[in-house]
């Protein structure tokens, strides 16, 4: 397992903005799992009309194997096979009445279907 920080410098496996941040460990806490082990999975799937999609899901602890991102409060898991698909990602929450929910800017995807669910590499 490897593990990385914002404060640590260079690039990062993936970015969590404050939102995104803030929304998971609101939901993890709702949850009642302890914050400084449990966090949020991110992983890659077959699927979607573009071939490829997001899947997000709290995990208690990490993986022997995952890279295990810390940022703004908040554990991110990234098996290292999805790693290989949104590596450079950055994990986004957005608010509001219509599009709610976490997002993924993922620079790796070559193309992406119209609700942005799914992508190609």
Do not use: K, W
């Not at 993890?28 to 914050?35: F, H, I, V, Y």
Request: glycine share 14%.
């Amino acid at each position: 397992m490897s593990t990385e920080s914002a404060s640590g410098g260079g690039d990062v496996a993936v970015t969590v903005t404050p939102a995104a941040a803030d929304e998971a460990v609101s939901l993890l806490e709702g949850e009642s799992m302890d914050t400084d082990v449990a966090g949020l999975r991110l992983f890659v799937q077959q699927g979607g009309c573009a071939g490829l999609s997001y899947g997000m899901r709290f995990d208690n602890e990490p993986e022997d194997d995952d890279t295990v991102v810390e940022q703004h409060g908040l554990r991110v898991f990234v098996d290292p096979a999805s790693m290989n698909y949104i590596g450079g990602s950055t994990l986004d929450f957005e608010g509001g009445l219509q599009g709610a929910g976490f997002h993924v800017d993922n620079p790796n995807a070559e193309s992406s279907c119209g609700c942005g669910e799914s992508f190609r590499t």
